[in-house]
């Protein structure tokens, strides 16, 4: 049967060869209300097609859909996925096949069982800047450095080690191959709306999400590495068989060899979650016998000093704010609204009951609050923003 106009700039649109143009018409189509029950079929097509989605691999799903969500977002467009065993298994694809034919269009869907909507767009009064790299340094003898307006360069020396902010913002600690005379501790905190990129000493990696710190000898000596975090911080520990790797975080302590993980353990979250991408992991309950081993996209939880482990975790979700995204799978408005609080530095105050409903959604932490209010907004959830406080209700 041959293909209709819809269906053709469809095709085009999967396989990277509509122009601007036809994007910009596929787009029109498929927000007109008259065309809703035709376009919801086209839609749903490319969840229930395989080929398309079996011919592309996870990452370069993601990191087609990353770019996308990169780009201008200024027209959200809601689309309903299908339940959610099948989202898991086929999400990443999927998404990055509609957000090819949505161009820079935001995808958000919040409850299963609704329909496709395209969000009414108004202005609101007030709108917040997504945040930035920006941080705090406090040296081992109580001076601060504010590292969004540091130069790039080396900043201060403690003890055998330099520290280096780079022309890529992020801030290295080099070692000097000089014995040091003491065991000098740094701090490295992000405010609310604030994110930072941290290299220590021997070569590992640290992710500071917002509201977040890290405090860390400026270089390691003696028979283990440890650090100490608050809020949510991501790890790519180098490899040192000799020199355990530990990480004190709230109520655990993480004893690594060499791996990738994520922590998040913020105060106003019910509970710790510590998540394995790499390698291997003992979280330990701190003053209990309590412990686990973790393979590969494993997670523990501990909750009110009890341990448990959970297997088979969307890693995808857990470190997208690391890549620039929000990702959520299935999670509550309450949970959606304490990440927006933290990457905007606002107050969010419900008025009335707190509304219900599970939300699905990627999209990019370079938007303004406005944009990814959006797709909310379409959904009848109501939001206004005057100065840092966020008001939501039903």
Not at 29 to 39: I, Q, T, V, Y
Not at 179 to 189: A, F, G, K, W
Not at 356 to 375: E, N, T, W
Request: charged share 20%; hydrophobic share 40%.
């Amino acid at each position: 049967m041959p293909m209709n106009r819809q269906e053709y700039l469809y095709t085009k649109c999967v396989r990277g060869l509509a122009s601007p143009e036809e994007q910009s018409e596929l787009v029109s189509w498929l927000a007109d209300p008259k065309n809703e029950s035709e376009s919801r079929e086209l839609i749903s097509r490319a969840f229930e097609e395989e080929k398309p989605l079996t011919d592309m691999t996870p990452e370069t799903a993601s990191a087609i859909l990353k770019a996308i969500l990169e780009a201008d977002q200024e027209k959200p467009v809601v689309f309903n996925p299908k339940p959610v065993a099948f989202v898991r298994k086929w999400w990443a694809a999927a998404a990055a096949v509609l957000a090819l034919s949505f161009a820079s269009y935001l995808i958000f869907a919040p409850k299963p069982e609704k329909r496709i909507a395209a969000a009414k767009i108004q202005v609101m009064k007030d709108d917040v800047a997504p945040g930035s790299n920006k941080a705090i340094l406090t040296l081992g003898n109580g001076s601060k450095i504010l590292l969004s307006g540091a130069r790039n360069g080396t900043l201060a020396r403690q003890g055998n080690t330099k520290i280096i902010k780079t022309d890529s913002g992020r801030l290295s600690y080099t070692a000097l191959h000089e014995r040091p005379s003491e065991v000098v501790y740094n701090t490295l905190s992000t405010p609310r709306g604030g994110q930072y990129q941290l290299t220590l000493s021997d070569g590992s990696r640290v992710w500071l999400n917002a509201a977040s710190s890290i405090t860390f000898p400026a270089a390691f000596t003696g028979n283990e590495r440890k650090v100490t975090i608050t809020g949510e911080v991501y790890f790519e520990v180098a490899h040192n068989a000799s020199k355990p790797f530990i990480v004190r975080a709230a109520e655990e302590e993480l004893q690594i060899l060499g791996t990738d993980f994520n922590v998040n353990a913020y105060g106003d979250e019910s509970s710790v979650l510590t998540t394995l991408l790499e390698g291997s992991l003992k979280v330990m309950v701190a003053g209990s016998q309590q412990s686990a081993i973790l393979k590969p996209g494993q997670q523990t939880q501990i909750k009110n000093t009890q341990l448990s482990v959970i297997n088979d975790v969307n890693t995808d979700e857990v470190v997208a704010w690391k890549d620039g995204l929000f990702n959520f799978e299935n999670a509550d408005l309450q949970t959606v609204m304490r990440q927006f609080a933290r990457w905007y530095d606002v107050e969010v105050k419900f008025e009335g009951a707190v509304p219900q409903g599970r939300f699905f959604g990627i999209m990019s932490r370079s938007s303004s609050l406005a944009s990814v209010l959006k797709a909310l907004r379409a959904n009848g959830i109501k939001f206004r923003i005057e100065n840092k406080n966020l008001f939501v209700q039903q």
